[in-house]
């Protein structure tokens, strides 16, 4: 079974400050990673992946995360908050089912974003 | 490129009521499908999954169904609705692959 804790709820930071957002899994097998943003009242999209390779992979809208396999961990960065990063943002894991890839998301944790 | 596609956007029905929400996908063949709801709180919750034209695996026993009636179209439905369905559902796609992409979303208020 794979499971995926994000540690706060609800982050809040000034803009242009760093952006943190962590997340741990728990998988038997090497997972896939993804972080997903959600704005009120959207669906989710795509901001980055780890599959295989580079550990540290880049996203959209100048957010990356490292997966490090030690600590289980796949974080969220992003340098320079901007006003328009507020928004909740899940964690997922994945691995292989055969033909299909199930993935399980964190609860989420929302960014606000202070001037 | 590939769309997808939700309907409706909100939706307020009464309890007892019948449910049809329909999710359909563009610019791709022979996806995965995925329905998920989403409560307050409680993150993203995987209730049907398709990997092809009526082939559909129940994640959560519930007052839901789901159908796959044509390769891009997977409709979730109720035949009575209760106040615990309200919530907000995302429809996903896959090629086959380890990745998702999620449509806009429709909520529903179960009254």
């Known amino acids: 079974a794979q499971s995926v804790t994000q540690l706060g709820s609800h982050v809040s930071v000034s803009e242009g400050a760093l952006v943190l957002l962590r997340c741990n899994y728990s998988s038997s097998v090497p997972p896939y990673l993804f972080w997903y943003v959600q704005y009120p009242n959207q669906g989710l999209q795509l901001l980055l992946k780890y599959t295989t390779g580079a550990t540290l992979v880049k996203g959209i809208n100048g957010f990356e995360a490292e997966f490090k396999k030690s600590e289980t961990s796949f974080h969220l960065t992003k340098p320079s908050a901007h006003m328009s990063d507020a928004a909740e943002y899940f964690c997922a894991v994945s691995h292989s089912g055969g033909s299909n890839y199930k993935l399980t998301f964190g609860k989420g944790t929302l960014l606000t974003v202070n001037p | 490129s590939q769309t997808i596609h939700q309907w409706p956007a909100t939706l307020v029905q009464p309890v007892g009521s019948p449910l049809s929400l329909e999710c359909t996908v563009e610019?791709?063949?022979?996806?995965?499908l995925y329905w998920y709801r989403q409560a307050a709180g409680r993150g993203l919750q995987l209730l049907f999954y398709?990997?092809?034209?009526?082939?559909i695996s129940s994640e959560v026993p519930q007052n839901l169904s789901a159908s796959r009636p044509q390769d891009r179209q997977f409709i979730l439905s109720s035949k009575k609705l209760l106040l615990s369905d309200s919530g907000f559902y995302l429809c996903?796609?896959?090629?086959?692959?380890?990745?998702?992409?999620f449509g806009p979303g429709t909520r529903l208020l179960v009254l």
């Open positions: 398709s990997v092809g034209i009526g082939q």
């Open positions: 996903a796609w896959s090629g086959g692959r380890e990745t998702q992409y």
């Open positions: 610019g791709t063949s022979n996806p995965n």
